[in-house]
């Protein structure tokens, strides 16, 4: 079997080593190494964007990393976004407040993207909005409930200058 | 529903899904979620041929890889192939070989032919690179419009390519066309399509030797289907297969029924005695689950001077592919049946058939039939346009009114009075503006600008009652703290049951919608899952009726308790109350730790416990309708079709949980864009499917899709809440809407389109033909 690479990244605040192939990608090292099985698959190509995760800040394809790029990073997981376990992150609320999911497969990523195009834009227009998501994929809710909770958490976010 | 029960107090109103806080935080539990001791990966070694003969196999070298458990080809599999169909499907009707793996010969671009089993997925598709195969390629059959006439045959064993063909001819057409004033024909074409849930499909599997027990975790719609099939598979009873039911992450059809490689992983996981997980990727995803929406019907429709709709003959063709998901089934024949829709529309012929090609096999997608109102609404569309009367005043002169109900349609059908689509037509009318859209629309066009406008009405046949289909259960238990779990055989997979059962069950048992946990799969009764637009009327009927069995029992319980009388009891938010003194009261808890652990105390002849099994058998058919209008502008220069509004007027009766259904319509209705504009799991002619990633099959995306409006009708059906299905109709109604929305943007070129998908390629080769002649 392939040479095994000691790896080892801060993810959500506490530090994950392990071992990985050259070859291990992030998204399988995020959740059979680190236990963050919030990280979905929806392709393994890219373009879904289900196991999106902020690496050092920036909202990244974890499909399209391997783990030992990563290594070293600070690694932020959908699960690593809520305070505490009775207190959902603004997009989150927002998310749920506004039917923003229903199977819950897209979710993760939908909530880290837009955790991270808040962060650069906080007040952005509808149209912003839409081209902000338009790098996720969802196929249960035509949208429409993304958009008000990117809206909503928008207003919220910039209310208690959380952004 | 019992005499005590409570007034409406969650159902109607959008209460937050219980499913969300773990689904938001990451904390769901997909198939892939699940890991076992010594648990391994499965993988498939697919074809890249459409047909072709295996002249050679040789797996030796793949399980010498270190890692590899085992390897297995169609040989190692195939004898337990007797069991292989669906529940819905009769043993006796025509079917395929029903292999898991291909033996001897492949039969479309992915069929599966070997099988390995490894340490990890990793080890698992190396090995795949070291199988070592020789075929011989064959001449495929690609093009379904000529399949039945050709010599080369996808499944030898039945001698022909055409699965079914179903003729019913009806003599009273001939008088209709021969009285009319205009008799218009088109063939209308779908386009291959598919399903594209965010989660792909899979399952893991686990054999428990000597227990004989195989225990399962799956992406499902139907954990009964599994159950049921899967242990006839495996040569077990049902009592020992175990199916566990966690989050699905989607399925819009595809998970109603086993695919020949979940079966293939529950035969080797009891074959080799380790857990096995298998999840498609997304490639096997868009090429080998299943396609939909490959078909076209020819439409002959004889109208009168004045618009009204006389007689309709029908011809309606559609592509199974080679291994249709479920079995070979004839959504033709009710497409057909169901084509007359919210119309009185006179005598009725028509022709179905389906027929085999080397294509990845045909499956049930959202409204399996919806080719009905895809054929009739683009069909009146073009009846408005060639006898030169506006398509909204032909759909009113021939549209049913509630003076029409209760209504026998000629094909069969029985409308039952709670239908209203002469109210949803002008609902959405009124909410689109239509006459000021089509003043808006003549301005433009005097500036050059192509606006149009598109709508379709439908009547949708939603939780039908025969057959597998026909009921639901749901056993009910308050548990000894007054907190309630009822079991269901429901699949939920984005439909939000866990919320709008509990919203059932809240309002007719008294509790409050978070005190309800609803279960589904293992320790549920039968139930044929989600799918169908089912769930609210058969599933939900039955939690209510559970519901309101436990109540009277409490209601007596707590009447005995507190001497007085149960007429004069209330029960709400899990407080039973005397009415009119709140102070007089005791709770749910009271009353369920008196019926388990002081069953002494209770009424003289009450059985102990507090639980409760109802099955509902739902009628034949309760009817939903709809109304869609959107509208668009076409780029003539680029072929763009951007969407500038889109309303749907829908009556689904009582809405359970408005939020919901909402949500419900905008997924279908842009699933039905995405189809008409975007999507096109296309094949070259030499059966290549060229659309196998993300970048080649378009699911729409957020900017593609404008904000939908949603107006809601409601007429109560019969059944016990007055709801109707509302799961599929987005993606019934949308797809001729769009389509006819796109055809008044052409109309100015004389154009006249008849197929999809209308993507800027076809939209300027449409403008530019029409301008050559």
Known sequence: MADQIPLSMTVNGQTRRGLGEARLTLADFLREQAHCTGVHLGCEHGVCGSCTVLMDGEAVRSCLLFAVQADGAGITTVEGLAPDDETLHPVQEAFRDCHGLQCGFCTPGFVVSVAAFLEANPDPSDEEIRHGISGNLCRCTGYQGIVAATRQAAAVMKGSGQS | ?773
């Open chain 2, 1 to 773: 529903m019992s005499q005590t029960a409570a007034a409406a107090r969650y159902v109607g109103q959008s209460v937050k899904r219980l499913e969300d806080p773990r689904l938001v935080t990451g904390h769901g539990r997909y198939v892939d979620d699940i890991v076992l001791p010594g648990m391994l990966h499965a993988a498939f070694g697919r074809s890249d041929l459409a047909r072709a003969t295996i002249t050679r196999l040789d797996t030796s070298a793949a399980e010498a890889l270190d890692g590899v458990h085992a390897v297995y080809t169609g040989a190692d599999l195939n004898s337990y192939n007797d069991s292989l169909r669906a529940s819905l499907h009769p043993p006796e009707s025509p079917a395929p070989p029903a292999n898991m793996l291909a033996d001897g010969d492949v039969r479309f671009v992915g069929d599966p032919y070997v099988m390995v089993v490894a340490q990890s997925r990793y080890i698992a598709e190396d090995a795949l690179d070291l199988v070592e195969v020789e075929f011989e390629p064959l001449d495929p059959v690609v093009d379904y419009e000529t399949a039945a006439e050709s010599d080369h045959h996808v499944h030898p064993e039945l001698g022909g390519n055409l699965a079914h063909d179903l003729p019913v001819p009806n003599p009273a057409t001939d008088e209709a066309f021969a009285n009319a004033a205009y008799t218009i024909t088109e063939t209308w074409h779908q386009h291959r399509q598919t399903n594209v849930p965010m989660e792909t499909r899979g399952i893991v599997a686990s054999w428990q030797p000597h227990a004989g027990v195989m225990e399962v975790w799956a992406s499902t719609q139907s954990p009964h289907e599994l159950q049921l099939v899967g242990a006839r598979v495996l040569g077990i009873g049902e009592h020992k297969m175990v199916v566990h039911f966690g989050d699905v992450g989607g399925g819009f059809g595809q998970k109603m029924f086993l695919g020949r490689e979940d079966m293939a992983v529950l035969v080797v996981a009891k074959l080799l005695g380790s857990p096995v997980k298998w999840i498609e990727d997304r490639r096997e995803n868009l090429l080998a689950s299943n396609h939909a929406r490959i078909e076209q019907m020819t439409v002959k429709m004889a109208v009168g001077e004045d618009g009204s709709f006389l007689a309709a003959d029908l011809d309606q063709l559609e592509d199974d592919g080679a291994y249709p998901l479920g079995g070979p089934a004839t959504p033709g024949a009710m497409a057909t049946m169901l084509y007359p829709g919210p119309y009185r529309m006179g005598p009725v012929s028509w022709r179905a058939r389906t027929v085999y090609t080397n294509t990845c096999g045909r499956g049930a997608y959202r409204g399996p039939w919806q080719m009905e109102s895809v054929a009739r609404e683009q069909m009146i569309d073009r009846v408005a346009r060639e006898i030169g009367m506006d398509p909204l005043e032909l759909r009113r002169r021939n549209v049913l009114t509630p003076d029409d109900l209760p209504y026998q349609v000629s094909t069969g059908l029985l409308y039952e009075t709670t239908i209203s689509p002469k109210q949803t037509l002008e609902q959405a009318a009124e909410m689109i503006g239509y006459d000021e859209f089509r003043a808006e629309q003549a301005q433009a066009r005097e500036e050059g600008r192509y606006l149009g406008l598109g709508m379709a009405l439908y009547i949708e046949p939603t939780s039908m009652g025969m057959g597998p289909l026909g009921t639901e259960s749901a056993m009910l238990r308050v548990e000894v703290d007054g907190h309630v779990n009822v079991f269901m055989g429901t699949g939920s997979h984005g439909q939000s049951l866990e919320t709008t059962m509990a919203q059932l069950v809240a309002d007719e048992l008294g509790v409050r919608p978070e005190d309800v946990t609803l279960h589904q799969g293992h320790g549920s009764g039968y139930g044929f899952g989600t799918g169908g637009s089912r769930s609210a009327v058969i599933a939900g009927s039955a939690a209510r009726a559970a519901a309101s069995g436990v109540r009277e029992k409490v209601v007596a319980i707590a009447a005995h308790l507190m001497e007085a009388s149960a007429d004069d009891l209330e029960v709400g938010d899990g407080v039973i109350s005397v009415k009119g003194t709140p102070a007089a009261s005791m709770t749910m808890a009271q009353v369920a730790a008196t019926a388990y652990q002081n069953s002494d105390a209770l009424p003289p002849g009450t059985e102990a416990g507090l639980e409760h099994t109802a099955r509902y058998k739902a009628p034949p058919t309760t009817h939903s309708n709809a109304c869609h209008i959107c509208t668009c502008e076409l780029d003539p220069g680029t072929g763009k079709i951007t969407l500038l509004r889109y309303v749907v007027s829908e009556d689904c009766g009582v809405l359970i949980n408005p939020m919901v259904v909402d949500g419900q319509i905008a997924g279908g209705v842009v699933q039905g864009i995405g189809g008409v504009l975007y999507e096109h799991a296309v094949y070259d002619a030499s059966g290549n499917p060229l659309a196998s990633t993300f970048l080649d099959y378009l699911v729409p995306t957020a900017a593609e899709v404008p904000e939908l409006e949603c107006g809601h009708v409601v007429v109560p059906s019969d059944t016990p809440g007055g709801h109707k299905g509302t799961g599929e109709g987005g993606a019934i109604g949308a797809p001729p809407a769009v389509f006819n929305a796109v055809a008044d943007a052409l109309a100015p070129f004389g154009a006249y389109p008849n197929r999809q998908p209308l993507d800027p390629n076809a939209v300027l080769s449409l403008i530019a033909s029409a301008s050559d002649e």
